[in-house]
């Protein structure tokens, strides 16, 4: 898979400079494969800003036709965007506490999971240790680890209807340093100024966090959301902290196919006709809306309220099965966001706008 995006900013308060430009959002390459009968194996990397890192490297034994066991490097079970590929997001970027929050004790990491899937059922519960591209010497700390489990059911799954509930968390221990930054960007990832943030939270002796999520279709409407909450669990005499944030969006298919599921997570948009001018076929079109909220707001840290929120349209062209557009208008908001160039005083706000776009081919 290879996505290449352009974003154009405008601020309009807060004086950060963002910057115009283009980015290889990602370049995706690996193999994978099956041996006798039970046994699938995947290997594969990543090429991010002009650096190459390891995605997935495990192996997975078939249990029984439901159950199975996977061991390696792998995409850690929190999280209905999380769990999606990249390929199949309908917005340029994850919702922005989704980001955050993976940040602390999700996303890929080593460990062993143990997971049921069928058409309306589909669980995973696993051990995990740190990202593969952890360094560790006599300097640093031991591997952190945690637990992490996702279960989502879909009491509705027909042709043409859906309705999918969730939910996800982990817990994690021992991270780095007893230290962690929480914040993320304004959707889009051209310019890399965290639009809310909160740097260097110290005495962190555990982190836990909960996911709820949801998804329904109905012909070719569409609704999703997920609310999260992370509570940073802090040594004594500190105060432990909490944060939240959610999104939600509705999307409309103008050309009539109906978004879906598979093992519990959402597929791709395969237009009904393939784009083919000659034969008057221009493949699929969806429009979609977002609100999207992350709240790092916490008096036992800083009086200061820090939140984020941002609306993003979405014009998305689906030409196959493998080939997409996708145009992102965003317009976002940070309450006493780092970017502002002025000290920070309770008030002060960065806000901006920015128009995106993404060409992605998934190979």
């Known amino acids: 898979m290879i996505q290449v995006d352009y974003a154009g900013y405008n601020a309009r308060a807060g004086g950060y400079d963002y910057s115009n430009g283009t980015d290889i959002r990602r370049a995706r390459f690996g193999f994978d494969g099956s041996a006798y009968d039970a046994f699938k194996w995947r290997l594969s990397a990543e090429y991010v800003k002009n650096n190459v890192t390891l995605l997935d490297a495990y192996l997975q034994y078939a249990l029984t036709p439901n159950w199975s066991v996977t061991i390696g490097h792998v995409k850690t079970p929190y999280g209905l965007e999380g769990v999606t590929s990249d390929a199949n997001q309908t917005f340029l970027e994850h919702g922005m506490a989704g980001n955050a929050f993976t940040a602390v004790g999700a996303d890929r990491r080593v460990g062993a999971m143990v997971s049921y899937q069928s058409p309306r059922l589909n669980a995973a519960l696993g051990l995990f240790g740190s990202g593969e591209a952890i360094k560790r010497s006599e300097a640093t700390p031991d591997e952190g680890y945690g637990v992490n489990g996702r279960v989502a059911y879909a009491p509705i799954l027909t042709k043409g209807r859906l309705l999918q509930i969730g939910v996800s968390g982990f817990h994690a221990t021992n991270l780095a340093g007893g230290t962690v930054s929480i914040g993320d960007r304004p959707n889009v990832r051209v310019d890399d100024g965290k639009l809310i943030e909160v740097k260097s939270i110290t005495g962190i002796a555990s982190a836990d966090s909960i996911m709820a999520e949801l998804i329904g279709a109905q012909g070719p409407w569409a609704v999703q959301g997920e609310y999260g909450r992370l509570k940073l669990n802090r040594d004594a005499g500190l105060a432990d902290l909490d944060f939240d944030g959610f999104y939600v969006f509705g999307s409309w298919i103008a050309t009539g196919e109906t978004r879906r599921v598979k093992n519990g997570v959402v597929e791709h948009i395969k237009p009904n006709a393939d784009f083919n001018p000659d034969a008057g076929h221009w493949g699929a079109v969806e ?77």
Not at 309 to 331: C, D, E, H
């Open 287 to 363: 429009l979609a809306l977002r609100y999207d909220q992350l709240d790092l707001t916490d008096r036992g840290l800083s009086p200061l309220k820090r939140k984020a929120v941002s609306w993003t349209g979405a014009i998305n062209w689906y030409l196959n099965a493998r080939a997409t557009l996708l145009f992102n208008y965003i317009r976002f908001r940070g309450r006493n966001s780092l970017l502002v160039v002025t000290p920070l005083v309770n008030g002060t706000t960065a806000r901006g706008e920015a128009f995106a776009t993404r060409l992605q081919f998934d190979f």
